[in-house]
């Protein structure tokens, strides 16, 4: 198996364990998204914190794949974006290629942004 695979399968286990207990309620009914139609400008500001740092990620992994030729490890990145409040990323590279998340530890959902080296930024949750 493969780094991309090996990657992938990392951050879909590290979605679904984020999910496993959040938010848990009576049978039957679900806990409210934060990032849903109905979001409070709150959560509205940090979605969108959390994008500009998923997209300051895929640039900065861009501009070392330029200089060095390799991807680097989150340890090695200049990010200079701070983490939004709630928010975690999780990223695996083995210099040839790349994939992270960003995801919210607080949202009932586990929503996040995930992107790779390919640069495209992709939105999900947990399974409900």
Same mark, same amino acid.
């Given at each position: 198996?493969?780094?991309?695979?090996?990657?992938?399968?990392?951050?879909?286990?590290?979605?679904?364990?984020? =999910?496993?207990?959040?938010?848990?309620?009576? *049978?039957?009914? !679900?806990?409210?998204? +934060?990032?849903?139609?109905?979001? #409070? $400008?709150?959560?509205?500001?940090?979605?969108?914190?959390?994008?500009?740092?998923?997209?300051?990620?895929? =640039?900065?992994?861009?501009?070392?794949?330029? *200089?060095?030729? !390799?991807?680097?490890? +989150?340890?090695?990145?200049?990010? #200079? $974006?701070?983490?939004?409040?709630?928010?975690?990323?999780?990223?695996?590279?083995?210099?040839?290629?790349?994939?992270?998340?960003?995801?919210?530890?607080?949202?009932?959902?586990?929503?996040?942004?995930?992107?790779?080296?390919?640069?495209?930024?992709?939105?999900?949750?947990?399974?409900?």
């Amino acid at each position: 198996m493969n780094i991309r695979r090996l990657t992938i399968a990392a951050i879909t286990a590290g979605v679904l364990a984020g =999910t496993v207990g959040v938010g848990m309620q009576v *049978r039957g009914q !679900q806990p409210a998204c +934060l990032h849903g139609s109905n979001a #409070t $400008q709150e959560q509205v500001a940090r979605r969108a914190s959390a994008l500009r740092l998923t997209r300051h990620i895929n =640039t900065l992994q861009a501009a070392e794949s330029r *200089r060095s030729g !390799q991807y680097q490890s +989150l340890a090695r990145l200049p990010i #200079t $974006q701070g983490i939004p409040e709630g928010f975690t990323i999780h990223l695996a590279s083995d210099g040839s290629n790349y994939a992270f998340s960003v995801k919210d530890t607080i949202d009932p959902c586990a929503f996040g942004f995930f992107s790779d080296e390919s640069g495209r930024i992709y939105q999900g949750e947990g399974i409900r």
